[in-house]
C-alpha cells in the first residue's frame, strides 16, 4: 500500500515533528546551525512561548518551537508561511527578549546564554537566489569581530537547491525533507530514508497517523493560509497599481516644474507661463523663488 503524507510545513505536521520529539529537533538544528566548532546540540529542553506580538493579518502563519540545550544555549524556530516588511522586525524582538528574560533581577550579566533565531521561510524575500541567511553583531571596521549572543538564521526553502551548493549531507536531506515531501508525495528518495531522523520524520507525516479532527484542523490550516497568500497578492496589486499611478503623476509635476522654470528664466510672463503649464500663480511664483 502506497502511503500518503501531509506537508511538513503546516503548523500542526511542522510542530508534531519538532515540537513533540527533541531528538528530530536536535538532528535538524546541529545540521543547519553555524554552531561554533565542536560545540554540536547533545540534548534539548522544551519551553514555554513566551508572547511575542502577532503580525497584521498574519496570525496563521506562524508556529515556532522554543528551546534549550545542555549548553544553555536557546533556539527559537519558526515556520514562516508568508513574508511580510515586519517579519524581521519581529523575529529579533522574539530573539532579544528570550535573551533580555534570562535573567532574574539582581543576577550577574556572565550567566546570559546565547540564543538563536531560527526562521524556516516558504516564501522569499531577497532579491538575489541565496537560500541561507546567517546574521549576527560585528564590528564596522572589522567584519573579523562580532558579538554572537544574538543569532538570526534565516532560511528561504523556494532558493534552495540541493544540486547547486555544498554542504553537509544531512543538511542537504532535512531541507529536501522539508521543501520536497507534501501532499502529492507518492514515493520517496531512498536517499532521505538513510539517515534514522529523517525517516522517523517521515512516518509522522503520514496520513495514518493522524486522527479525523487533526487532519481537518490541517486542510483549514492550509485553507486560511491560501486566504493570506491570496490577501497579500491583491494588496500587493493594488499597491503596485497605486505607487505606478503616483510616480506618472510625480513625473508629469516635476516635469511641468521645470518647463516654469526655463519660461521663467527666458523671461515669459508668469501669468503666461500659468496658461500654457496648468500651474497656478502661486506654484509659479514658489519655483521663480
Known amino acids: 500500500m502506497i502511503s500518503r503524507y501531509l506537508d511538513p510545513k503546516s503548523d500542526l505536521v511542522f510542530k508534531k515533528i519538532f515540537g513533540q520529539h527533541p531528538d528530530l529537533l536536535k538532528s535538524f538544528l546541529n545540521a543547519i546551525l553555524p554552531l561554533p566548532h565542536n560545540c554540536v546540540i547533545e540534548s534539548l529542553t522544551y519551553l514555554q512561548p513566551e508572547h511575542v506580538p502577532d503580525l497584521p493579518a498574519f496570525k496563521n502563519s506562524i508556529v515556532d518551537v522554543r528551546c534549550k540545550d ?10 514562516q508561511l508568508q513574508w511580510t516588511s515586519d517579519f524581521m522586525k519581529r523575529m529579533l524582538f522574539n530573539t532579544a527578549t528570550t535573551y533580555a528574560r534570562q535573567l532574574k533581577k539582581g543576577e550577574d550579566y556572565k550567566f546570559l546564554s546565547p540564543v538563536y533565531g531560527v526562521a524556516l521561510l516558504d516564501a ?8 541561507f541567511h546567517h546574521y549576527q553583531m560585528t564590528n564596522v ?5 562580532s558579538l554572537e549572543d544574538i543569532q538570526l538564521v534565516l532560511i528561504e526553502l523556494p532558493n534552495f537547491k540541493p544540486t547547486s551548493i555544498t ?6 536531506l532535512w531541507l529536501r525533507f522539508l521543501k520536497e515531501i507534501n501532499e502529492k508525495t507518492v514515493t520517496v528518495d531512498p536517499s532521505l530514508l538513510e539517515v534514522d531522523s529523517i525517516k522517523e520524520a517521515l512516518s509522522l507525516l503520514e496520513v495514518s497517523s493522524y486522527s479525523e479532527a487533526e487532519l481537518l484542523a490541517y486542510d483549514k490550516s492550509w485553507d486560511a493560509v491560501s486566504s493570506e497568500r491570496t490577501l497579500l497578492g491583491g494588496r500587493y496589486k493594488e499597491g503596485k497599481a497605486e505607487g505606478e499611478a503616483k510616480g506618472r503623476a510625480e513625473g508629469k509635476a516635476e516635469g511641468l516644474n521645470e518647463v516654469a522654470i526655463k519660461m521663467h528664466h527666458s523671461g515669459i510672463p508668469m501669468t503666461q507661463i500659468c496658461q500654457l503649464t496648468g500651474l497656478t500663480l502661486n506654484q509659479v511664483e514658489n519655483l521663480a523663488l
Open 70 to 79: 545542555n549548553h544553555g544555549r536557546y533556539f527559537i524556530v519558526e515556520m
Open 124 to 131: 522569499t524575500f531577497s532579491k538575489d537566489q541565496e537560500w
Open 141 to 145: 571596521n572589522d567584519g573579523s569581530k
Open 167 to 172: 554542504a553537509k549531507k544531512v543538511t542537504v
